[in-house]
Protein backbone atom coordinates (compact mmCIF):
# COMPACT_ATOMS: atom_id res chain seq x y z
CA UNK A 1 0.00 0.00 0.00
CA UNK A 2 1.46 3.78 -0.87
CA UNK A 3 -1.65 5.54 0.80
CA UNK A 4 -3.96 5.92 3.54
CA UNK A 5 -6.61 5.86 1.37
CA UNK A 6 -5.98 2.75 0.01
CA UNK A 7 -5.69 0.88 2.99
CA UNK A 8 -8.90 2.24 4.08
CA UNK A 9 -10.39 1.01 0.93
CA UNK A 10 -8.35 -2.73 1.64
CA UNK A 11 -9.68 -2.38 5.00
CA UNK A 12 -13.42 -1.42 4.11
CA UNK A 13 -13.51 -4.58 2.42
CA UNK A 14 -12.05 -7.19 4.24
CA UNK A 15 -14.62 -9.74 4.99
CA UNK A 16 -12.23 -10.82 8.10
CA UNK A 17 -12.77 -7.20 9.70
CA UNK A 18 -16.62 -6.64 8.72
CA UNK A 19 -16.96 -9.77 10.73
CA UNK A 20 -15.21 -8.90 13.64
CA UNK A 21 -17.18 -5.47 13.72
CA UNK A 22 -20.43 -7.62 14.06
CA UNK A 23 -19.26 -9.47 16.99
CA UNK A 24 -18.13 -6.30 19.01
CA UNK A 25 -21.70 -4.51 17.97
CA UNK A 26 -23.41 -7.59 19.14
CA UNK A 27 -21.45 -8.57 22.19
CA UNK A 28 -20.25 -4.49 23.79
CA UNK A 29 -19.72 -6.13 26.90
CA UNK A 30 -17.06 -9.39 26.34
CA UNK A 31 -15.76 -7.58 23.32
CA UNK A 32 -12.98 -5.33 23.20
CA UNK A 33 -11.68 -4.86 19.25
CA UNK A 34 -8.15 -2.80 18.55
CA UNK A 35 -7.18 -2.15 15.16
CA UNK A 36 -3.91 -2.66 14.55
CA UNK A 37 -2.07 -1.40 11.30
CA UNK A 38 1.81 -2.62 10.71
CA UNK A 39 4.51 -2.50 8.06
CA UNK A 40 4.22 -5.97 5.96
CA UNK A 41 7.48 -7.97 6.24
CA UNK A 42 7.75 -10.29 2.88
CA UNK A 43 10.27 -11.95 4.30
CA UNK A 44 7.86 -14.09 7.69
CA UNK A 45 5.94 -16.82 5.69
CA UNK A 46 2.21 -16.82 6.68
CA UNK A 47 3.36 -20.44 7.99
CA UNK A 48 5.04 -18.71 11.16
CA UNK A 49 3.09 -15.92 11.24
CA UNK A 50 1.38 -15.29 14.90
CA UNK A 51 -0.48 -13.01 17.07
CA UNK A 52 0.60 -12.09 20.63
CA UNK A 53 -2.04 -9.90 22.88
CA UNK A 54 -0.88 -8.32 26.10
CA UNK A 55 -3.01 -6.83 29.05
CA UNK A 56 -1.69 -4.68 31.77
CA UNK A 57 1.78 -4.92 30.29
CA UNK A 58 1.77 -8.56 30.07
CA UNK A 59 1.98 -11.47 27.39
CA UNK A 60 -1.71 -12.86 28.33
CA UNK A 61 -1.97 -15.09 24.73
CA UNK A 62 -0.26 -16.57 21.37
CA UNK A 63 -2.17 -17.15 18.37
CA UNK A 64 -1.60 -18.77 14.92
CA UNK A 65 -3.29 -16.49 12.55
Known amino acids: MSSGAE ?3 LSMNSERLFSDLLLAL ?12 REFDSR ?7 RCFLHD ?8 Y
Open 7 to 9: ALE
Open 26 to 37: KFPDLWTLAFVA
Open 44 to 50: IPFSVEC
Open 57 to 64: NKLTAISQ
